[in-house]
């Protein structure tokens, strides 16, 4: 299946840095997701996003599937922005229908 | 319009108990996944229903089986539970095109806890 690594694992930011998170993957894929966990563990989507680039507020995404990466640019950070960022990848037509979660990068901002 | 509702919120069993969860998707929706996450981990996928039938299924033993019922809501159960099951069970719904799903929106979580 599908293998699935985000960089980097924690970061530590003030209020007001930007940042970027990256996700690679080892295979072709259907579709991609990007996916805020807050402290309460509710998993919120941010991006849908099988190729290309999309942007929301301070938050985009790119995804490039010929070379099999993603990556989430966070601008102008907040307090809020804090928690685990994940994404998660659908497998080609072998396996289909099944997300793959990263391991997730921990983003702290502080104030 | 109601997002994806889990019950219960919490549950706390014992070792060698069997549990029950319950999932009502996005309305609109037609497919529904399930995931078990222990803390400090990504959601791993355990399976997932469309048209009451168990489509795809992660790397987890036969004790975590499903049902999916004719109004797209769905149940996960795990027998025999183990200390290793306490985990978060969250339950996604998306629509399906064949054998694609398309976005998955995701609940709140069960929470359970086996001692």
């Known amino acids: 299946g599908i293998q699935v690594e985000q960089s980097p694992p924690d970061l530590i930011l003030q209020e007001g840095a930007n940042s970027t998170l990256r996700c690679n993957f080892s295979d072709s894929v259907n579709n991609l997701q990007w996916f805020h966990q807050n402290p309460w563990g509710q998993l919120i989507n941010l991006f849908y996003i099988p190729s290309g680039t999309k942007q929301n507020g301070r938050l985009s995404a790119t995804t490039v599937a010929t070379e099999r990466y993603s990556l989430l640019y966070i601008s102008s950070s907040q307090t809020t922005d804090s928690g685990v960022y994940f994404c998660?990848?659908?497998?080609?037509?072998?396996?289909?229908?099944?997300?793959?979660f990263g391991s997730g990068t921990r983003l702290s901002i502080r104030p | 319009d109601a997002g994806v509702t889990q019950s219960p919120t919490h549950l706390i069993k014992t070792r060698g108990q069997q549990v029950t969860l319950r999932c009502s998707p996005k309305s609109g929706h037609d497919t529904v996944s399930w995931y078990q996450q222990a803390l400090g981990q990504g959601p791993q996928f355990i399976f997932q229903y469309y048209e009451e039938e168990e489509r795809q299924r992660g790397n987890f033993p036969d004790r975590f089986s499903g049902h999916q019922f004719p109004n797209y809501s769905s149940e996960l159960n795990v027998n025999a539970l183990l200390l290793g099951d306490s985990a978060l069970y969250l339950c996604?719904?998306?629509?399906?095109?064949?054998?694609?799903?398309?976005?998955?929106?995701f609940g709140p979580g069960t929470r359970l806890t086996v001692t």
């Open positions: 996604a719904s998306s629509s399906s095109r064949g054998l694609t799903s398309y976005e998955q929106y």
């Open positions: 998660a990848p659908e497998g080609g037509y072998s396996s289909a229908s099944k997300i793959i």
